[in-house]
């Protein structure tokens, strides 16, 4: 899981990146040939990518993100299946709606949603003057130039 927000400090930590991307991948590959036959591609598709993106619009940790998603994910289903069972609609069509509505309405709400992003003000990076810039860059140069010129004793 590290691997998939910070490679290189995965590779940096020690961790065999390259294997523990291909696990990750046969792992995904796995619950979805196992899920499609049974829940369909539709609703499989839902409950992998739902609830994920989902917790994703609510923290920037991996720690929070991985149970809120669960969580999402359980209750979209608790949610899908009890409205089904009262308006007699399909269970998986059911479900896939829920887990959207949560998405959008999170969108519309969460911390790093569409509301935050639309109202934040636009930051203001420092401007440097062109000239301000090139004296800069000139009394850089020349202090290097100034420490190769000493004798070294």
């Given at each position: 899981?590290?691997?998939?927000?910070?490679?290189?400090?995965?590779?940096?930590a020690?961790?065999?990146?390259?294997?523990l991307e291909?696990?990750?991948?046969?792992?995904?590959?796995?619950v979805?040939v196992?899920?499609t036959?049974?829940i369909?591609?539709?609703?499989?598709?839902?409950?992998?990518?739902?609830p994920a993106?989902?917790?994703?619009?609510w923290t920037d940790r991996?720690?929070?993100?991985?149970?809120?998603?669960?969580?999402?994910?359980v209750?979209?289903?608790?949610i899908?299946?009890e409205?089904?069972?009262r308006?007699?609609?399909a269970?998986?069509?059911?479900?896939?709606l829920?887990?959207?509505?949560?998405?959008?309405a999170?969108?519309?709400?969460?911390?790093?949603g569409?509301?935050?992003?639309?109202?934040?003000?636009?930051?203001?990076?420092?401007?440097l003057?062109?000239?301000?810039l090139?004296r800069?860059r000139?009394?850089r140069?020349?202090r290097?130039?100034?420490?190769r010129a000493l004798?070294l004793r």
């Amino acid at each position: 899981m590290h691997g998939a927000f910070d490679p290189e400090g995965q590779r940096a930590a020690g961790y065999p990146v390259v294997a523990l991307e291909l696990l990750l991948l046969l792992l995904v590959e796995a619950v979805i040939v196992v899920t499609t036959p049974a829940i369909g591609v539709m609703l499989g598709m839902s409950l992998i990518i739902g609830p994920a993106a989902t917790a994703r619009l609510w923290t920037d940790r991996i720690r929070w993100t991985v149970p809120l998603a669960t969580a999402l994910g359980v209750g979209a289903c608790l949610i899908g299946l009890e409205l089904s069972i009262r308006w007699d609609m399909a269970a998986g069509g059911t479900i896939t709606l829920v887990t959207a509505a949560l998405f959008l309405a999170s969108l519309a709400v969460s911390p790093h949603g569409i509301r935050t992003r639309c109202s934040a003000a636009p930051k203001k990076s420092p401007r440097l003057r062109p000239r301000r810039l090139i004296r800069i860059r000139s009394r850089r140069r020349n202090r290097h130039d100034d420490a190769r010129a000493l004798p070294l004793r």
